[in-house]
């Protein structure tokens, strides 16, 4: 199936474009990529690279040496499908997001990423109208991490709702986000405290009022359709803690969440499973 994957033109997180697209071009489908003026993206370098995550990150010579920063990037699984993608004809000449119809595509892949120069790919009035244009022509979607923020911010022209209004979700949780933000904030990026936030609560809004989870959550029916993972789940800490990745053979660490052609994720930790999911999913609707 041929696969629509935007992209920012810049900070999209690597694990979630990579390992998505390498899972879904073994399988067989053909991705084709988007960014806002026909040129190639480029991944969050400190994902990539871990400079700038350690306390000293914003000497110039010292920030070479890294300690959490080798922690927080990609793995190394990650940016080897990074560099691959990077050889990729599709991903070096992307379509523009105005040339953008979703008639010509049979799916549609929204990456993440925390990175402040994710917001003009989050706020494009342009994807909104091409997000929900997949979703009322009942296309297979798959949204990750901030993905899902760009699926929940596009209206459908059928409902006048977000596309995700009666639909059940996963996305990047609270507790997630505030985790990283606060390890920043306080230990490794501290000059750079809000570098895990890509919107910030303004004056009396109450903490986590513009996290993912909490904007997300205000698109759905109801409070209850935004899906974590339950106490009661098997490998409940596992997938919780933040501490663990999925990889191609464990799904533990994994959290995903499907609803009908919809798939959703959290993070680059669940990307393996997520990935694999979507495929399940394109090839039911294929047939």
């Known amino acids: 199936m041929r696969v629509l994957v935007p992209l920012p033109a810049l900070g999209f997180d690597p694990t979630e474009a990579a390992v998505s697209w390498q899972v879904l071009r073994e399988a067989g489908h053909q991705l084709v990529f988007a960014t806002p003026d026909g040129r190639r993206a480029h991944a969050d370098p400190i994902m990539l690279s871990g400079e700038g995550l350690d306390p000293w990150g914003f000497i110039p010579l010292l920030k070479k040496i890294r ?40 799916a549609l892949l929204l990456p993440g990423g925390h990175a402040k120069s994710m ?50 979700t996963t996305a990047l949780t609270w507790a997630l986000e505030r985790s990283a933000w606060r390890l920043t904030r306080y230990l490794a990026r501290f ?15 109450p903490a986590g009022y513009m996290s993912v989870q909490q904007e997300v959550t205000r698109a759905l029916a109801e409070p209850a359709d935004f899906l974590d993972v339950p106490a009661d789940a098997p490998h409940h800490f596992t997938k919780t803690s933040g501490l663990a990745r999925d990889d191609a053979r464990d799904e533990r660490p994994a959290w995903v ?6 798939v959703s994720a959290r993070w680059p930790g669940d990307v393996h ?14 047939g």
């Open 257 to 262: 969440v499907v609803d009908g052609n919809y």
């Open 67 to 106: 300690l959490i920063g080798l922690t927080l990037r990609a793995q190394a699984g990650a940016r080897r499908c990074y560099r691959a993608m990077e050889q990729d004809e599709a991903f070096s000449s992307p379509l523009r997001y105005e040339a953008l119809r979703a008639e010509d595509f049979d």
């Open 273 to 286: 499973t997520f990935a694999k999911t979507f495929d399940a999913v394109l090839k039911a609707a294929a």
């Open 191 to 205: 000059w750079d405290p809000h570098y895990y936030r890509t919107y910030l609560e303004a004056d009396g809004q």
């Open 119 to 168: 917001r003009p790919y989050l706020e494009s009035a342009r994807l909104h109208e091409v997000v929900a244009a997949f979703f009322d022509a009942g296309k297979p979607v798959a949204a990750v991490c901030h993905g899902v923020v760009l699926a929940a911010r596009s209206t459908s022209a059928r409902t006048g709702r977000s596309v995700l209004h009666g639909r059940k």
